[in-house]
């Protein structure tokens, strides 16, 4: 995430929630995070920030 502002937001979105929910994964990926997302094992570390 390269917005500082929009990164905070993810984090205090509580991106566990975030990542798991289908519906908020693809807003995700519409938000550029799409390798993220897509890649598993990075979307494991998303939830761990």
């Excluded at 566990?16 to 908020?24: A, I, L, M, R």
């Excluded at 550029?32 to 897509?38: A, R």
Aim: glycine share 0%; aromatic share 4%; proline share 0%.
């Amino acid at each position: 995430v390269h917005d500082e502002h929009y990164a905070h937001h993810l984090i205090t979105a509580h991106i566990t929630q975030f990542v798991h929910d289908e519906h908020c994964a693809h807003h995700l990926v519409t938000a550029h995070i799409t390798q993220c997302v897509h890649d598993k094992h990075c979307a494991h570390h998303l939830m761990c920030i």
